[in-house]
Structure formats: structure tokens, C-alpha cells
């Protein structure tokens, strides 16, 4: 089965943006990140998935 990258840097993404909030609700603007930051997560799973 083929591990959707994209998703999973998105996910991964996601799951920071939260935590940061979590850490720090009073602070009210989102965390988002850029396509360009989606991609560069995106390429360091492919490759870490290429190493295992």
C-alpha cells in the first residue's frame, strides 16, 4: 500500500499547529503553513521512507 505523502505532511503539520495552541490558547492567531513548508515535510518523509 502507497503512503500518501502529501496527506501525511499535512497531517503531521496539523498536529503541530494544534499542539502549539494547545500549549498556548490564549495566544488567538493560527498557525498555518505555507505550500512551500507542506512540500519540504513531504520530501523529508519521502526520503525517510527511501532510507528505511
Known amino acids: 500500500m502507497e503512503m500518501d505523502l502529501h496527506s501525511k505532511a499535512k ?3 496539523e498536529k503541530i499547529a494544534n499542539s502549539v495552541h494547545e500549549r498556548d490558547p ?3 492567531n493560527l498557525l498555518c ?3 512551500t513548508e507542506v512540500q519540504l515535510v513531504e ?3 519521502k526520503e525517510f521512507k527511501d532510507e528505511q
Request: proline share 0%.
Open 43 to 45: 520530501q523529508w518523509l
Open 33 to 35: 503553513f505555507s505550500t
Open 26 to 28: 490564549k495566544n488567538a
Open 11 to 13: 497531517q503531521l503539520l
